[in-house]
C-alpha cells in the first residue's frame, strides 16, 4: 500500500502565509519560507504554495519567492496561482518548483494541460478545482480563488483534465474551506473512484479524525491542511504518529 501524503498548505498574498474562512476572511500567519522550512524539519512530505491573489489580481506568481523556498527546503513543494501559459510553468519550474497547479486558466484554455504536461511530464501538473455545490446539488468548478462560478461540472472536468496530462488532482470544497469541520469524504470517495490519478483532499480539516476519515472513508492519497498547522492545533509529526497508531499507512 502506498503511503498518505501529510501536506501543509501556504496560501500566500502579498508574500505572506495567510489563513481565510471560505476563501475570505484573510488574516496573516507567517513568513512562507519559515514555516516551510518548520513544516519539512516536522516531518510533512511535500507542501504546496498558493498565490491566493496572483489570478484575480492579474498577477504572476513571484518567481524570487519560489528561489528562496527551493533555497530552503528539501521537500517536493507545489506552486500555483497565476500559472496561464507555459512560460509561466517554465519560469517557476526553473526556479525550484518541483510541480505547479494550474485552475482558472486551465477551465479557460484546457489545452494549457496538455501543453505543460507534453513538455515536463504529467508528474508536474496539478489540476487543482476549487468546487462549490450548486442550487441543483451538482458540485461545479469555480475559478479566480472561488469568486467565479463555471458551467464545468467538477466530475466532467477533473476526467477531462485527467485525459489531458494531469497527474494529480487538487481538490477544494470552498463550503468546507477554513472551517475545520471536516472534509466531504463521500465526494472525495466518488472523486478518487472515477479516477486514475492521485487526489489530494483539501477545505476542512479541524482534527486528526478529520483527517483520518478522508483517507479511510474518502480514499483521498493525500490530505492538505492549514488552518490546524498555521494555528499550532497538531504538529505534522503528531497527525502522523496518531494515524500509524490508527493502521493508517504515513512515512514516520
Not at 223 to 251: M, Q
Amino acid at each position: 500500500m502506498v503511503a498518505k501524503r501529510i501536506i501543509p498548505c501556504l496560501d500566500v498574498n502579498d508574500g505572506r502565509t495567510v489563513k481565510g474562512i471560505n476563501f475570505v476572511d484573510i488574516k496573516e500567519v507567517g513568513d512562507p519560507v519559515e514555516l516551510g522550512a518548520h513544516y519539512a524539519a516536522d516531518g510533512a512530505d511535500e507542501l504546496v504554495y498558493l498565490d491566493i491573489s496572483a489570478t484575480f489580481e492579474g498577477r504572476r506568481t513571484f518567481t524570487s519567492l519560489v528561489e528562496r523556498i527551493a533555497d530552503r527546503i528539501n521537500i517536493p513543494f507545489t506552486v500555483g496561482g497565476g500559472i496561464s501559459s507555459l512560460d509561466d510553468a517554465a519560469r517557476l519550474l526553473d526556479a525550484g518548483a518541483d510541480k505547479i497547479s494550474v485552475n482558472s486558466a486551465a477551465i479557460a484554455r484546457p489545452e494549457l494541460i496538455s501543453e505543460i504536461a507534453g513538455r515536463y511530464g504529467n508528474q508536474f501538473v496539478v489540476i487543482a478545482i476549487d468546487a462549490r455545490l450548486a442550487a441543483d446539488d451538482r458540485w461545479m468548478a469555480t475559478t479566480h480563488g472561488g469568486r467565479k462560478l463555471t458551467d464545468r461540472e467538477l466530475f466532467e472536468w477533473a476526467h477531462e483534465a485527467q485525459e489531458r496530462g494531469a497527474g494529480e488532482l487538487l481538490l477544494t470544497s470552498m463550503e468546507h474551506d477554513g472551517v475545520r469541520q471536516g472534509y466531504p469524504c463521500d465526494l472525495f470517495a466518488q472523486i478518487t473512484g472515477a479516477l486514475k490519478i492521485p487526489v489530494i483532499a483539501s477545505g476542512g480539516a479541524g482534527s486528526i479524525d478529520d483527517i483520518a476519515e478522508v483517507f479511510e472513508k474518502g480514499h483521498a492519497d493525500a490530505a492538505l491542511a492549514a488552518s490546524i498547522f498555521h494555528y499550532g492545533t497538531y504538529t505534522v509529526k503528531e497527525v502522523k504518529e496518531e494515524l500509524n497508531r490508527r493502521n493508517i499507512k504515513v512515512r514516520i
